[in-house]
């Protein structure tokens, strides 16, 4: 489904990520570990086509298509989604209202017939209650006053929602309580099937525990220093990233 | 010209045209002027607007508003062929000023070009000095209108460039609550001066809301006098919503009378091309206990430019006023430019005013966040520009008249926003 060779980015003239090399595919789940600083965030934004993240050198090939030669909204109605870390606030945007949009615009991609408010209605309530997702929730503006377990459990809503092929998750974990970790995890594990792929990114393997992945990827200073099964997740957890600082530097010529 | 009309209405345009004689049109010497040339209008040299012109009707029809009640002002004549009373509920006196000035019990002797000074703004003294006709909307005390009443002021010289100085006079009884909407325009492409003078007084614990709904032809210049003075726990809300005229410049003005009294005063402009939107606003809190909310929020694409001053005077015995002021404005090109100015002038001490002025471009995170999720770039411009306008359309509480002003508003924004060249490229850090 995705593979991505080489891949460097580049932030602010700066670069972040030197060179990722990664295959995914369709029925997977791959969690993606490191440090703050390591550029785990860059190679979701990057994924996903914000702009300010600059791809300066390497391929990412999607579903045979070139993944970089999208835009990011493109990319969404291709089947890409990525969970923000900082979900943004836009005051005056109703959330519901604003979903319906992007499924539709999704569904129009695909040469489906667009969903009406009926339908709409009950495919949200649906999803809702699968993630236990207050419906006061989705007639406010989205993300705005949002707690921050709350703006979370929203994206993964829209993942819900709009059934992406491929979906990242950029530190879902992060700012949930073990409550809200369940369910957001029920929410994910739900969502797993052979035609899907996950790239769970995370600092911590806590996530891991309840999204059992089938790869984990360690992410060092921009580049991955190990890649194993879900073992290497749990020796992260015993050891810390600390060790990173010695292997690090020989894995990344 | 009024014949045989009552002597103080000879009175009081003599003294406006006196005035206006001596001050002239105002340059951008003058302070309240400074960024708004008006000489393209003084250069003009528009003739008077006379008789009816071929579209009117037409235009009339276009804007009409199901369940109103509809009156229509055409080159400043009270046109009762095009107006529609038949849903005039009882309470409410709508009167053409040219009849109704003969009439001592209504008020209008009292009222009329009272509610401002002529000294201090011009146009309404230029208005003032060719008053002719117009409308009055008089309602009884007590009496709460359901059916809003929709003001259509259209200014047409079949292609000729003209001028028109529509009036209107609204005075609102004691406890009494009416709507109103007022909507300006003419034909697309036509060169005119429309100089429109509104005052509105509103009694003790009277309720009046005026919607104004600015879609003048893009080339005609616009200028509007809106002027309300609130007794003891009355409301007036003003909603202004511009997206016509070559230049606007738009004064309105609220003075709070009375102890408890209230005034919202929100407004959009929104302008493309080399276009002026003017819009300068001033609350008098004259007494103590009174509020006022303001906002005004602006989009400005192309080379077009906007002023903005917010003046608020809390007199010294306007203890425990209650004022905020926020204008807020979106600069969807490099070349758009806006002048914004709080000019907040207290005199007590046991008040709070708070205003807050923001100039920006659209959010950019926002903007990825939405395509992140499928919209397109120019969907997601328009479901942030639609939010930014929004706050100020749901103020709008008269649904058949709010329907049509946000219709205007957002096809307004098409044709004023053009995808292509109204962004900065998207570049981020």
């Not at chain 1, 003239?13 to 295959?23: F, M, P, W």
């Not at chain 2, 008089?138 to 809003?148: A, E, F, L, Q, R």
Request: charged residues 20%; hydrophobic residues 45%; aromatic residues 6%.
């Amino acid at each position: 489904m995705l593979d991505v060779k080489n891949l460097k980015v580049r932030v602010d003239d700066k670069e972040i990520l030197h060179g990722i090399t990664l295959s995914v595919k369709a029925g997977e789940v791959h969690a993606i570990m490191g440090p703050n600083g390591s550029g785990k965030s860059t190679f979701a934004r990057a994924l996903a086509g914000h702009p300010g993240y600059e791809v300066t050198g390497g391929q990412v090939t999607y579903k045979g298509r070139d993944l970089l030669d999208m835009d990011a909204d493109e990319r969404a109605r291709e089947g890409v989604f990525m969970a923000f870390q900082y979900p943004v606030e836009i005051p005056g945007v109703n959330n519901a209202y604003f979903l319906k949009a992007a499924l539709n615009a999704k569904r129009k991609h695909q040469g489906l017939e667009e969903l009406d408010a009926m339908d709409f209605m009950a495919l949200m309530k649906e999803k809702a209650k699968i993630l236990d997702v207050d419906e006061k929730m989705l007639q406010r503006s989205v993300n705005e006053g949002f707690s921050g377990g709350e703006k979370k459990r929203n994206e993964i809503f829209h993942m819900a929602v709009l059934e992406p092929s491929l979906a990242v998750l950029d530190e879902t974990d992060s700012g949930l309580d073990i409550d809200a970790l369940r369910i957001v995890s029920q929410g994910v594990n739900a969502m797993r099937s052979p035609d899907r792929a996950f790239i769970v990114v995370t600092h911590y393997q806590r996530l891991l525990n309840y999204i059992v992945p089938d790869f984990v990827h360690v992410l060092s200073d921009g580049v991955l220093v190990r890649s194993g099964g879900r073992e290497l997740a749990l020796e992260l957890e015993e050891k810390g990233y600390s060790w990173l600082e010695t292997s690090g530097a020989g894995a990344r010529t | 010209m009024i014949t045989s009309a009552p002597t103080w209405v000879d009175e009081r345009r003599a003294q406006a045209s006196a005035q206006f004689a001596k001050a002239g049109f105002p340059t951008m010497r003058q302070e309240e002027w400074r960024f708004t040339n008006v000489a393209p209008i003084a250069a003009s040299n528009f003739p008077l607007a006379t008789g009816a012109p071929r579209h009117a009707a037409a235009l009339v029809a276009g804007v009409t508003v199901p369940g109103a009640v509809r009156l229509a002002i055409v080159n400043g004549q009270f046109a009762a062929g095009l107006s529609d009373l038949g849903a005039l509920p009882k309470g409410i006196r709508i009167a053409g000023l040219r009849d109704g000035a003969r009439d001592a019990t209504d008020g209008l002797e009292q009222h009329l070009a009272k509610v401002f000074s002529i000294d201090a703004h011009p146009f309404a003294a230029l208005n003032t000095a060719f008053l002719d006709d117009g409308v009055a909307i008089i309602v009884t005390g007590g009496v709460v209108v359901d059916t809003p009443v929709h003001i259509v002021v259209v200014t047409s010289g079949d292609g000729t460039p003209v001028v028109a100085h529509p009036r209107v006079l609204v005075i609102a009884g004691a406890n009494s609550r009416v709507g109103i909407a007022q909507t300006f325009i003419g034909a697309a492409g036509d060169v005119y001066f429309n100089n429109a003078v509104t005052e509105v007084v509103v009694g003790e614990g009277a309720i009046v809301e005026l919607y104004t709904d600015q879609r003048e032809s893009e080339k005609a210049f616009h200028v509007a006098n809106i002027q309300a003075h609130v007794a003891a726990k009355g409301v007036f809300a003003s909603h202004a919503f511009s997206t016509g005229a070559r230049i606007m410049r738009h004064d309105i003005g609220v003075g709070l009378k009375g102890e408890g009294a209230d005034c919202t005063m929100n407004g959009v402009y929104l302008a493309d091309g080399d276009r002026l939107m003017d819009t300068h606003t001033s609350l008098d809190h004259a007494v103590p206990h009174c509020t006022s909310h303001e906002i005004y929020k602006g989009i400005l694409a192309g080379k077009a430019k906007a002023v903005f001053n917010g003046r608020i005077i809390v007199r010294m015995d306007a203890q425990k006023t209650d004022a905020k002021q926020t204008n807020r404005a979106l600069l969807l090109s490099d070349e758009a430019t806006i002048n914004s100015n709080p000019q907040l002038e207290i005199f007590a001490d046991d008040v709070k005013c708070t205003h807050g002025a923001a100039v920006g471009q659209l959010d950019e995170e926002a903007m990825f966040y939405l395509q992140a999720r499928g919209l397109t770039r120019t969907e997601a411009r328009d479901m942030l520009l639609h939010a930014f306008a929004g706050e100020v359309i749901e103020g709008l509480k008269i649904p058949a008249l709010r329907g049509q002003i946000e219709a205007t508003l957002f096809s307004a924004l098409e044709r004023d926003v053009n995808p292509s060249t109204a962004l900065r490229a998207g570049s981020l850090s």
